[in-house]
């Protein structure tokens, strides 16, 4: 049996990339969907920044998406996630760092007075076009944690305005975001948990504990 329990939301991307990790290390953990407009108290006692991703373990909480996946994947990691060079790392951190400010200001440009979203977009853009010239299939030789981190925020990126997008330059980008929508990874992912209640069954995934 496993005591971990993981506070989520379905499209949160830093949630995303944690159900992904954990998806393929195949460590189950008592999931709890919240819903972002109405917190219950449980998960805000829980989670030191009141944001999802949340994993609280016996030991303690681990309130970071990155640091839940690697939590995962050092338990098991059979796809070799953790196999990837430093350089692709850089990626890791310019994904959460430059791309992820420019994204948020031109998906919701509402939110920055005086900031152009279309500027921001460019921004966001230069980071992909950075991608697509560097990878092939992946983004090194094989799926690595580099991939699963990132993918989430592409997919964001690109349903703001996905005719342009689309229309972009960028093969490579696209063959490799196109093949995780399609994925059966992806589709388990994004199942639609009922909110969670107090007195629910615990809801396991990916699998129940043997």
Not at 43 to 71: H, K, N, Q
Not at 83 to 112: H, N, Q, W
Not at 165 to 179: E, I, K, N, T, V
Request: hydrophobic share 45%.
């Amino acid at each position: 049996m496993t005591d971990a329990i993981l506070y989520s939301f379905r499209r949160c991307p830093y949630a995303m990339r944690a159900r992904l990790a954990l998806l393929s290390s195949g460590q189950p953990v008592a999931l709890r969907e919240i819903l972002l407009r109405d917190k219950p108290e449980a998960f805000l006692a829980a989670s030191p920044s009141g944001t999802v991703p949340c994993l609280v373990l016996p030991e303690g909480v681990i309130d970071e998406s990155l640091e839940i996946m690697r939590w995962a994947l050092s338990r098991a990691d059979p796809e070799q996630w953790l196999t990837m060079p430093a350089k692709v790392e850089a990626l890791i951190a310019r994904c959460d760092g430059p791309f992820k400010s420019a994204l948020d200001r031109a998906k919701y440009a509402s939110r920055y007075p005086g900031v152009d979203p279309v500027a921001q977009r460019d921004l966001a853009a230069a980071f992909l076009a950075d991608l697509d010239r560097g990878m092939g299939e992946w983004l090194f030789k094989t799926p690595s944690l580099a991939d699963f981190s990132i993918l989430p925020f592409v997919r964001q990126f690109a349903f703001i305005d996905k005719p342009w997008f689309d229309a972009q330059p960028w093969p490579r980008l696209h063959l490799w975001l196109g093949r995780f929508l399609a994925s059966a990874r992806f589709a388990r992912i994004m199942e639609r948990p009922v909110p969670w209640q107090p007195e629910d069954p615990p809801l396991w995934f990916p699998a129940p504990p043997v």
